[in-house]
């Protein structure tokens, strides 16, 4: 029994450590323009408020939403539920930040041989299933609500450098005269 939870805490550390050497390394070469279809033309001088949709159940998210867009972005913004987006009006609230999640399942399964009397059954053994589900890579995205189009950034299993890094870009973008 120790010995399988030891495999599957390696397993797991090693997907872990994989995603994170990927992560960072994807970050650095990631650019977000109007040119390349991550920030909306319009958004040049941009002094409306940016409506941000929140994800409580997105354990951690919500937390970096708030730092940031604090730390890194000088307009007005409004944390909202999605639930609460019909009561903000499009000629007012133009645009919103959301983010987008690909999930994945990993799936283990155990066989140990069934024993008798210290000696291993013909060819018989039980198995035990485990599965796990986690976001794998996000992406976010500012929506155009006059226009509905959409400007979404490349993946990254990283989300809080990739947020801030379009977070900025965003800034960089609306706060240029």
């Known amino acids: 029994m120790k010995k399988k939870a030891t495999n599957s805490l390696t397993m797991f550390i090693s997907l872990v450590s994989l995603c994170f050497?990927?992560?960072?390394?994807?970050?650095?070469?990631?650019t977000f323009s109007v040119s390349g279809g991550q920030i909306p033309p319009e958004y040049k001088g941009y002094n409306d408020t940016l409506l941000l949709i929140k994800h409580?159940?997105?354990?951690?998210?919500d937390k970096y939403l708030r730092k940031n867009f604090k730390e890194n972005y000088m307009g007005p913004y409004k944390l909202i539920d999605e639930s609460e987006l019909k009561q903000y009006p499009p000629e007012q609230y133009r645009y919103i930040f959301d983010n987008?999640?690909?999930y994945t399942t990993k799936t283990?399964?155990?066989?140990?041989p069934v024993t008798a009397g210290g000696h291993i059954?013909?060819?018989a053994s039980?198995?035990?299933t485990h599965s796990f589900t986690y976001a794998s890579s996000d992406s976010f995205t500012v929506t155009d609500r006059i226009?509905?189009?959409h400007y979404t950034t490349q993946r990254s299993a990283y989300y809080s450098k990739l947020m801030r890094a379009y977070v900025q870009a965003l800034e960089s973008e609306r706060s240029r005269h």
């Open 21 to 30: 050497a990927v992560s960072c390394a994807g970050i650095s070469h990631m």
């Open 56 to 61: 409580p159940m997105d354990w951690g998210y």
């Open 100 to 102: 987008r999640s690909n």
């Open 108 to 112: 283990t399964t155990t066989y140990t």
């Open 121 to 123: 059954q013909n060819g």
């Open 126 to 128: 039980m198995s035990s």
């Open 147 to 149: 226009n509905n189009k």
